[in-house]
């Protein structure tokens, strides 16, 4: 709604005569048009899609009414990640669509350093000739797209810049699961499975809690293994509130579940409790492991992690009783997903340790879920462009790090000496998630060319120099999205509303028209519904039958237990060694690395984590949940009642926080579910964009008191590798 | 020259909505503007003039009635409207939406989304596009055979087309429909001017047409509720 727009001089009256107006008999006020509302029946039209508030994007059917809103949304029952259900963030989040902060317009900096709004056609053409100039001069090796992976933003921000001849497309990988990925993908070839939680004999959960981070299927099983006497042990700074379903909660001092792994291997393998068939038959360089761990005794490891070694004796052998129906589960973001120097390590030894117990494939063991995809499209107007021969910018520099996510800070610390010149975002809200803020915004404000789409204003936005306005995700279509599971489904995000802004793009057309202006559009001949139809119609399959259903299950494709022999590794076997990782500095198997920090006197490990009601930054400016926020004082730091009462510091206390990189103040919640050696800060808050009216300057953000740094090797974030002190404020 | 309220409400709505710079100079040409002074000068002073065709007897009693509503700096700011290009410049970073200093005119962002429950999850939330008061316009403009201009189409509760709507209903004719309107469309402009001051010196000019708009809107209140003493 710019005012390049032109209109009549007046904006109704020249639409229809103004006679016909003094003619129609009814002139109805507003209270008598909200009676008439009220009673109103009206018919509802059932509308499929995704939702868009965590990467779960859990499948629902929205009730839409005549009056163009939605009154309800039900989760699909066939959907393997909601499994009929929603969580609150699902439902809270729907009003982002009509958030009175969306963005309107595209936006570009000032000379004051402040937004205005201009038209689409100066935008595109003003960021194609940087792209270009910056191609011209540089090569396209120098722009990088980060973005958060989504149906339609994958596909999209993936062509765009390989049309450009950039192999530089990053996720967010860095400050969620890359070191986890990684680590495993180094022992088993895969960067993920899955513990069949409901139906095993034990269960351990490494700092991953289901009922925080929440995929409400996942939240399903853990109810249902609770159900079928499961033993569900969890291992967690903090009493986290998945441990209203479990038998026993460990605590653990952050940045230490490798040295857990390493000792509950010790203890197995001296005792010679490991399947030795399946280690002998489909593994590699499983001596050197039981080697390296002999000096992995209890009694060591419980120095380390503050658990005594009786306690990591019993859990060892109680996880052997219990195999092959048991297994550590894979974990996510919480411990080891970015969070420290040895996270990458720590997921690699998590794998081995599972292998001891030969659960892989088996029913209650750790799964693999079955898959469906799309097969190749045949048409010339979908040719995608050449992938580009370079690497990924830090492929080489963080060797054993995932190449299909990327270092994305360790691109964006390029910027500075030139090597990087320009840089797309799309969803991202990389500079206050993904390592310092200041420092990466810092890095962006360098570019050459910056560029954030999104729906609403965020750090990362504030550091561009250009803002596209996105649709919200009800209010397009996006490609067809593909998910695994015990029954792998297709799922379709469809469009509930319609466009609310008239100047906002769906990501489709975004890409498309920045293409076209870049002069790259060749390989963006098409529209949205034609690419999604002719991606179902290679597996027998039409948009109009997903736009029916939703979500289309692929029964055939079902998951069926059975021990796994074979891996997708280059012998098809589980390396207990890794030449990649001895190349990358590490040892060729999983030993013994210190956290790069550790709490002195006086000190606290700050560690983070999700609530139930929050996704990272992503939701905290949705009123109704941050609401809840605000209700139980949820933003409050977390600190050990008896360190808190030798510091003189009660619940509800103002603190503050500080560490070498920043200093806030905050409300601390005092608390025996925390271990005595961290400071809990939920991963979010302190939102520093007004623009968000509601989130705004409410709590404190984890990633300000976090150095710039990256994870050798495995180029995680280290989110939890720093240290901070308290102190009560006025004291 | 004599402005009847329907142009004084079709200019006004030209003020706060997308014009293009021809029709902009025209509604600011001295003699147009002049026009509309006057005339908003004379409904601050005699209420029951609203939507009179025919130019009443003017019964001015006081000779600075725009004094009453607006501060000095408001007056100054009222006989000096921006130029279109200024007029631009101050949409481009205050009619765009998601900036600190965004101050859309639009009312479904300052009333409740809608007071029954049933009819949303987010009933009573504040701050949200579409709300009842948009549906109501939209219908509203539907039901009188009007269309919304494509520029617009997404926000029927804006100010351009609340105010050209009461345009339209005195140009019709229809003038106690359009005092109905105006009366129940402008209660929201209480909270819209604060987002205004907050812009300081800037924002003066359409700062100043909203206090006008509400003391009309007051007059007109005043003037309703002797009707009713007298009735
Ligand atoms: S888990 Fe909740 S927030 Fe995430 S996609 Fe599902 S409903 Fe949405």
Redesign the interface.
């Given at each position: 709604m710019t005012e390049t727009t032109i209109t009549r001089r007046s904006f109704l009256a020249a639409s229809a005569g103004v006679a016909a107006v003094a003619a129609t008999s009814g002139f109805v006020g507003f209270s008598a048009w909200e009676a008439e509302q009220a009673h109103a029946a009206g018919e509802k039209k059932a509308v499929h899609s995704l939702c868009n508030s965590c990467s779960s994007k859990c499948g629902f059917t929205a009730y839409v009414g005549e009056d163009g809103r939605f009154t309800e949304m039900v989760g699909d029952p066939d959907h393997p990640y909601c499994d009929g259900t929603l969580c609150a963030r699902g439902y809270g989040y729907a009003s982002i669509a009509w958030s009175e902060d969306r963005l309107t317009d595209p936006l570009k900096k000032n000379d004051q350093g402040k937004f205005e709004a201009i038209s689409w056609d100066q935008a595109l053409s003003e960021i194609a000739e940087k792209t270009n100039a910056i191609i011209a001069s540089d090569g396209p090796q120098s722009l990088i797209m980060i973005q958060d992976p989504r149906p339609s933003g994958s596909f999209y921000t993936k062509r765009f810049m390989n049309a450009l001849g950039s192999a530089n497309v990053y996720t967010h990988g860095v400050s969620c699961n890359m070191s986890k990925n990684s680590g495993m993908t180094q022992a088993i070839g895969a960067a993920d499975f899955t513990a069949d939680v409901a139906n095993a004999n034990m269960i351990m959960f490494l700092g991953r809690s289901y009922a925080d981070g929440i995929r409400p299927s996942s939240l399903h099983q853990l109810r249902d293994a609770k159900a079928n006497g499961v033993h569900i042990v969890i291992v967690d700074p903090r009493q986290n509130a998945s441990c209203l379903y479990a038998d026993e909660w460990v605590p653990i001092k952050p940045g230490t579940d490798l040295a857990l792994i390493l000792a509950m291997a010790h203890v197995l393998i001296k005792d010679g409790k490991y399947d030795a068939d399946y280690i002998a038959n489909y593994t590699v360089g499983f001596e050197d492991w039981a080697q390296r761990v002999q000096e992995y005794t209890p009694e060591w490891a419980a120095e380390i992690t503050g658990i005594p070694a009786e306690t990591i004796e019993r859990l060892a052998n109680e996880m052997w009783e219990a195999a092959p129906k048991a297994c550590i589960e894979q974990g996510w973001r919480a411990a080891f997903g970015c969070a420290h120097q040895n996270s990458g390590e720590t997921a690699r030894a998590l794998c081995l340790f599972n292998t001891l117990l030969g659960c892989w494939g088996i029913e209650g063991g750790a799964y693999f879920p079955a898959s469906a995809s799309a097969g190749k499209l045949t048409d010339p107007k979908f040719a995608a462009p050449a992938a580009p021969a370079e690497k990924i910018i830090g492929q080489a520099e963080y060797p054993v790090s995932s190449g299909g996510m990327g270092v994305s800070t360790f691109a964006l610390s390029t910027i500075p000496e030139g090597r990087v010149k320009g840089v797309f975002f799309y969803q991202s809200n990389c500079v206050a998630g993904y390592s310092n803020p200041a420092q990466l915004s810092e890095f962006v404000q360098a570019a050459e060319l910056s560029v954030a789409i999104d729906v609403q204003m965020t750090e990362t936005c504030q550091a561009c120099q250009y803002v596209l306005p996105d649709t919200s995700y009800l209010e397009r279509l996006e490609v067809p999205e593909f998910v695994g599971g015990k029954i792998p489904v297709v799922s379709l995000r469809d469009r509930v509303l319609e466009k609310i802004h008239p100047n906002t793009k769906p990501v489709d057309e975004i890409f498309t028209e920045l293409a076209n202006a870049c002069g790259v559009g060749q390989y963006f001949q098409f529209t949205i519904d034609e690419l999604a139809d002719a991606q179902l119609q290679t597996i027998g399959l039409s948009l109009d039958e997903l736009r029916e259903k939703g979500t289309i299950t692929f029964p055939e494709k079902a998951l069926k237990y059975g021990l796994k022999t074979t891996w997708n590794t280059a012998d098809k076997k589980v390396h207990f060694t890794s030449d990649a990782c001895v190349a990358a500095g590490f040892p060729a198997s999983p030993g013994w690395l210190e956290p790069l920090v550790m709490p002195g006197e006086g000190q606290f490990r700050l560690v983070g984590g999700k609530q139930a009601i929050h996704t990272h930054t992503q939701t905290a400016n949705i009123e109704p949940l941050m609401a809840i926020t605000k209700m139980y004082g949820l933003e409050r730091i977390w600190m050990n009642a008896d360190v808190a009462a030798s510091m003189g510091i009660e619940d509800g206390d103002e603190v503050e926080v500080s560490s070498d990189t920043h200093t806030g103040r905050t409300r601390v919640k005092v608390t025996q579910r925390i271990e005595p050696t961290s400071i809990y800060l939920p991963s979010h808050y302190g939102c520093s964009v007004p623009e968000q009216r509601t989130a705004y300057n409410v709590g404190l953000r984890q990633m300000d008191f976090v150095p710039f740094h990256i994870e050798p090797g495995y180029g995680g974030t280290m989110s939890q590798e720093t240290l901070v002190t308290v102190k009560k404020v006025g004291a | 020259m004599m402005m009847d309220d329907a142009r004084l409400f079709?200019a006004l709505?030209?003020c706060f909505?997308?014009?293009?710079q021809s029709?902009w100079e025209?509604t600011t040409s001295d003699d147009e503007w002049q026009a509309l002074i006057a005339r908003l000068r004379m409904l601050l002073q005699q209420p029951d003039a609203f939507g009179a065709v025919e130019a009443p007897l003017l019964r001015a009693h006081r000779a600075v009635p725009l004094q009453e509503f607006l501060s000095s700096r408001e007056v100054d700011a009222l006989f000096a409207p921006p130029s279109f290009a200024e007029?631009?410049?101050f949409?481009?970073?205050h009619?765009?939406?998601?900036?600190?200093?965004?101050a859309?005119p639009i009312e479904s962002?300052y009333v409740e989304?809608t007071?029954?429950p049933?009819?949303?999850?987010?009933a009573r939330?504040k701050?949200?596009?579409?709300a009842?008061?948009a549906?109501?316009m939209r219908?509203?403009?539907a039901?009188?055979?009007?269309?919304?201009?494509?520029?617009?189409?997404?926000?029927p509760d804006h100010l351009?087309?609340e105010l050209?709507?009461v345009?339209?209903?005195l140009?019709?004719?229809?003038t106690d429909?359009a005092r109905?309107?105006f009366l129940?469309?402008s209660a929201w402009l209480t909270a819209y001017r604060l987002k205004l001051v907050a812009l300081g010196e800037e924002a003066l000019f359409y700062l100043a047409l909203i206090d006008v708009l509400l003391g009309v809107r007051a007059q007109l209140e005043a003037d309703e509720g002797c009707e009713l003493e007298s009735a």
């Open positions: - | 079709a709505a030209q909505g997308p014009v293009d029709e025209r007029k631009q410049s949409a481009a970073r009619f765009t939406g998601g900036l600190p200093e965004s859309l962002l989304w007071n029954d049933k009819r949303s999850p987010f939330q701050g949200l596009y579409s009842d008061t549906l109501y219908d509203l403009i039901d009188l055979g009007l269309e919304l201009p494509e520029s617009l189409a997404a926000y351009s087309l050209d709507m345009s339209v209903l140009e019709a004719g229809r429909d109905q309107l129940e469309r």
